[in-house]
Structure formats: structure tokens, C-alpha cells
Nanobody, 126 residues
Framework: VQLQASGGGVVQPGGSLTLSCAAS????????MGWFRQAPGKEREFVAA????????YYANSVKGRFTIFKDNAKNTTYLRMTSLKPADTAVYYC????????????????????WGQGTQVTVSS
């Protein structure tokens, strides 16, 4: 499956942004879809994930209650809705996919994902 991330930009603290991850070459309902981010000088970290059938969702503690991962099957696209954004959310955001359902203990492990999008920059600044 090929992934194309988009929707990044510059937003003020407290603002909102929605990222998109369009998939081709595979149907997202058969994949675990994830979002990761990497800030300058830091390692890539888990943000959110879900499995396309059954609707199990997972979030990093740092974004729980502010970010929402969801999908549009008709568009074969996964989204990350981000609200109440903070400067600490500034990073390059990557979408990722893995065929099948990852067990809960692995959804936050970037090594568990075989397919990655190219990343989209999110900058939270006043």
C-alpha cells in the first residue's frame, strides 16, 4: 500500500488542524493505520492508531482528548483531527500502515509498521 500524507501547516496555539493520509494499492479496512510524529532532534513517537475493522483506537497520553483518528472508507483515507494544539505538538507527522490487526502492545512501536507516508509538517506557533 502507498500512503500520501497532507494537511500540515502553521497554526496558532489553541488552534485546530486535520491531517489526511490517502491510501492506494490496498484497502485501509484490512490494515492497522497509525500516526507518528518526529520533532527536531527527537525520536519518532507514536500519536494514534486504529484497526480499520472493529474500530479499536489507541492514543498517546500526550494527545488523548485532543486528537481524534478516524477514517473515510469511501475515500480510503485516514485522518487525524488535532485540536487545542500546543507548541509541543510541532513536528513532522507521518502516517503508517501495517497489514492486519496489530496487538495492542505493538501499535505504538514504529517497527511494527511496514508502510509509511512521506510526512507533513505541523508548526504550532504564535
Amino acid at each position: 500500500v502507498q500512503l500520501q500524507a497532507s494537511g500540515g501547516g502553521v497554526v496558532q496555539p489553541g488552534g485546530s488542524l486535520t491531517l489526511s493520509c490517502a491510501a492506494s494499492g490496498g484497502t485501509i479496512s484490512g490494515y492497522t493505520m497509525g500516526w507518528f510524529r518526529q520533532a527536531p532532534g527527537k525520536e519518532r513517537e507514536f500519536v494514534a492508531a486504529f484497526y480499520g475493522v472493529g474500530g479499536s483506537t489507541y492514543y498517546a497520553n500526550s494527545v488523548k482528548g485532543r486528537f481524534t483518528i478516524f477514517k473515510d472508507n469511501a475515500k480510503n483515507t485516514t485522518y487525524l483531527r488535532m485540536t487545542s494544539l500546543k507548541p509541543a505538538d510541532t513536528a513532522v507527522y507521518y502516517c503508517a500502515a501495517q497489514r492486519g490487526r496489530l496487538i495492542a502492545s505493538r501499535v505504538a512501536d514504529l517497527r511494527a509498521y511496514d508502510y509509511w507516508g512521506q510526512g507533513t509538517q505541523v508548526t504550532v506557533s504564535s
